[in-house]
């Protein structure tokens, strides 16, 4: 077969303006693709340029004028990349990291990383984006030592920032009577929680990919459509199966779990402890469990699978 031919099977037949789109498109890509690494070269150079004042003996009034004349680049990301560049001095793992990804890339944790765990931070900065990485630094900062327990302390009824109408505040004071705020809520909470147990679907064995309404409205209940989290209220936007749907092929909705983009991103990295227990007793993990093989291989496949998308 000629290459004609086989072009014109695997792409079936283009038409000329096509083929000129098609390559208007791709050079395009090819050259903002090595724009973009050139630009993150100079990043990297920016900071020692700036300490050894080279811009000043090249006859530029600043380092910003400088950047912008021989790079382009604008005076945010002239600060972005000496901020970033004082960061990672100490840290050869995350230097590359920026190389290959962008200052973008490591930004989130550039406060977080030490030269102890630079290896460490480089791997996550590699592995995830950077919404996901946010949200993980996020969760590691609380568990961290000496961090401020969210979960253990007492929260002030006026903190949840709750307005009710005077006159459910009158009902309130009356159900509450002799008797704490805390007690009447978990009250509340046990009424609510039982009535949505009595009209809990049952699970749907050898299903489709597709969860049914039914399942998914009980779900989403319990959450009123936010991300299951422990403290997160951002709107859900994946229903999560705990125990991956593709080993099981069950719509559950005791293991169906409303969480959004980060923290699901999270969750298909192997990073939350007791995943199979309720999200009360989430917790973030410092490091992916390498037990769960079979997991991981399903959370690569979705990972995979998004790629392009994403
Ligand atoms: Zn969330």
Redesign the pocket.
């Known amino acids: 077969m000629t290459n004609v031919v086989q072009n014109a099977t695997k792409n079936q037949v283009q038409n000329p303006d096509q083929i000129l789109e098609k390559n208007l498109h791709e050079r395009f890509s090819f050259y903002g693709k090595n724009a973009k690494e050139w630009t993150r070269k100079c990043a990297l150079l920016l900071p020692e340029i700036n300490r050894l004042r080279i811009w000043e003996k090249k006859g530029f009034k600043s380092i910003y004028e400088y950047a912008r004349i021989l790079a382009g680049m604008s005076t945010n990301a002239v600060n972005a990349a000496l901020w970033v560049g004082r960061k990672v001095e100490d840290k050869p793992e995350l230097k590359k990291v920026i190389e290959e990804k962008g200052i973008g890339a490591i930004r989130p944790i550039a406060n977080l990383a030490t030269p102890e765990t630079d290896k460490f931070w480089a791997e996550k900065a590699r592995e995830m984006s950077k919404h996901t990485l946010e949200?993980y630094a996020k969760e590691f900062k609380k568990s961290c030592p000496g961090a401020k327990n969210y979960y253990q302390n007492q929260i002030l009824f006026s903190d949840l920032n709750i307005q009710v109408k005077p006159k459910t505040a009158e009902k309130l004071q009356k159900l509450k009577g002799q008797g704490s705020w805390d007690d009447l809520m978990e009250k509340f909470i046990n009424l609510y929680e039982q009535k949505l147990e009595e009209n809990k679907p049952i699970p749907q064995e050898n299903a489709k990919r597709y969860v049914p309404a039914k399942i998914k409205n009980y779900v989403l209940v319990k959450t009123n459509n936010?991300?299951?989290?422990p403290?997160?209220?951002?709107e859900?936007k994946y229903l999560h199966h705990t125990w991956r749907f593709a080993l099981t092929k069950t719509h559950d909705p005791d293991s169906l779990i409303p969480?959004?983009?980060?923290?699901?991103r999270l969750a298909h990295a192997g990073l939350i402890e007791n995943e199979n227990q309720s999200p009360e007793s989430w917790k973030i993990k410092l490091e992916a469990n390498k037990t769960t093989e079979k997991w991981q291989k399903v959370d690569k496949w979705v990972a995979e699978y998004r790629k392009p998308s994403s």
């Open positions: 949200a936010t991300c299951a989290f403290g997160c209220t951002k859900y969480l959004c983009k980060a923290h699901e």
